[in-house]
């Protein structure tokens, strides 16, 4: 189900405004209007206060705005369930393994002790990575707060806009940037204005393209 159905059958339970909803949350009644009927589209974040505000936990939101929630029951929603032509389970590494991965590892079962889903088609060499610190997590728009559970694909050819993993030469971890190519330049650029675009200039090497994106929410 899209986050924005099950806020609005949370509101009619909790006998909730949309003015007292946008109140709880810092935004103006009309911003929160064009988020519940999909004429603008909140960050991740901005998603995730919204679904706290009403009491809903136990969530996993995903990067196409549906949210899964097992665990609760809520009026006037029913869970509907339809088969999926496609699934299939990735291990999640941490930044260290991830700044580490070449193109000569091959994904092992025991390399990871957590694993999740997706219904993104992505190759066997994928993994996923959550993300650490604040640099991507935009003032507005989209954005990926730490926490978020990042799809990598080794295999997928990246260019000017995708979000990519990269390996920087002077340290051991990966880094989650937006990829930005212009005139030929490329640049690891962060959604955090706070912190500074990265020149690549032979200093690293991009390990993948991020195909999916999701939000454990508690």
């Not at 589209?41 to 009491?55: F, G, R, Y």
């Not at 999640?92 to 070449?102: I, K």
């Not at 730490?146 to 990519?164: A, M, W």
Request: proline share 5%; glycine share 6%.
């Amino acid at each position: 189900m899209n986050w924005t159905e099950l806020v609005k059958a949370r509101l009619k339970e909790l006998d909730m405004t949309q003015e007292r909803l946008a109140e709880l949350v810092d935004v103006t009644p009309g911003g929160m209007g064009h988020w519940l009927n999909k004429r603008r589209e909140p960050s991740i974040a901005q998603i995730s206060k919204i679904l706290k505000a009403v009491n809903l936990d136990s969530l996993t939101l995903h990067s196409d705005g549906m949210v899964e929630y097992p665990n609760q029951k809520i009026a006037n929603v029913t869970a509907t369930y339809k088969p999926t032509a496609y699934r299939k389970t990735y291990p999640v590494l941490s930044c260290v393994q991830a700044g580490q991965w070449t193109e000569a590892v091959e994904l092992h079962p025991t390399i990871s002790d957590e694993w999740h889903e997706t219904t993104e088609r992505a190759s066997d060499r994928s993994f996923w990575l959550r993300v650490k610190g604040d640099s991507m997590t935009a003032p507005h728009g989209l954005s990926f707060p730490e926490g978020t559970l990042l799809l990598v694909d080794t295999d997928k050819d990246y260019q000017s806009g995708s979000f990519v993993v990269a390996k920087l030469t002077d340290v051991n971890e990966a880094t989650f940037k937006k990829l930005v190519i212009d005139a030929g330049t490329k640049f690891l650029k962060p959604l955090n204005p706070a912190y500074p675009t990265i020149t690549i200039n032979g200093n690293c090497h991009i390990i993948g393209v991020v195909v999916d994106a999701k939000l454990k929410l508690y």
